[in-house]
T-cell receptor, first 108, second 115 residues
Framework: RKEVEQDPGPFNVPEGATVAFNCTYS??????FFWYRQDCRKEPKLLMS???SGNEDGRFTAQLNRASQYISLLIRDSKLSDSATYLC?????????FGSGTKLNVKP | GAVVSQHPSWVICKSGTSVKIECRSL??????MFWYRQFPKQSLMLMAT?????????EQGVEKDKFLINHASLTLSTLTVTSAHPEDSSFYIC???????????FGQGTRLTVV
């Protein structure tokens, strides 16, 4: 079983739409959680950490449900520049495991 | 955010030769560095984790004698792909973290093509 599972998408949405991604992880002892963004042929860049209480950064909201072992990312008012692959990342005992990524295409 | 520099950004080598990739943390001390491999349209696969001054821990299925990792200082780790073959062609990315932060920061990646 994979450490982290994500729907690969793609999610094709119009500008201004709200879109949500989910991700599940297998190890209940995982310590920390992140969303990274990866543009085509580039390295991943940290988008935001995910806290148990949920956290928001502008148009982005991340939530963690430890009981169900899933993480979510909500993007409001999508912009064309949000088009990318979003990677769910889980830290297990100092090892970072990545989901396969969810591709988002925001269209005019 | 913290800066991680990876070099070279791309390399083409002949089958059977060895290639060294460097990963440097420029403005922080990287107590732990990670090496990943990413094939087209696939996720990043963790290859190994290294802590400064100690031997790297390899993930299952990764040959430690083929992918030599050295983490000799708190700012530098190297990955050497020995006796490279075409199937080793991939995007290799390093990341680093410091003890004070929970997240990891990534190098720009190295696109390796073995011909």
């Amino acid at each position: 079983r994979k450490e982290v599972e994500q729907d690969p998408g793609p999610f094709n949405v119009p500008e201004g739409a709200t879109v949500a991604f989910n991700c599940t992880y297998s190890n209940s002892a995982s310590q920390s959680f992140f969303w990274y963004r990866q543009d085509c042929r580039k390295e991943p860049k940290l988008l935001m950490s995910v806290y148990s209480s949920g956290n928001e950064d502008g148009r982005f909201t991340a939530q963690l449900n430890r009981a169900s072992q899933y993480i979510s990312l909500l993007i409001r008012d999508s912009k064309l520049s949000d088009s990318a692959t979003y990677l769910c990342v889980v830290n297990n005992f100092n090892k970072f495991y990545f989901g396969s990524g969810t591709k988002l295409n925001v269209k005019p | 955010g913290a800066v991680v520099s990876q070099h070279p950004s791309w390399v083409i080598c002949k089958s059977g030769t060895s290639v060294k990739i460097e990963c440097r943390s420029l403005d922080f001390q990287a107590t732990t560095m990670f090496w990943y491999r990413q094939f087209p349209k696939q996720s990043l696969m963790l290859m190994a984790t290294s802590n400064e001054g100690s031997k790297a821990t390899y993930e299952q299925g990764v040959e430690k004698d083929k992918f030599l990792i050295n983490h000799a200082s708190l700012t530098l780790s190297t990955l050497t792909v020995t006796s490279a073959h075409p199937e080793d062609s991939s995007f290799y990315i390093c990341s680093a973290r410091t003890g004070g932060k929970s997240e990891a920061f990534f190098g720009q990646g190295t696109r390796l093509t073995v011909v």
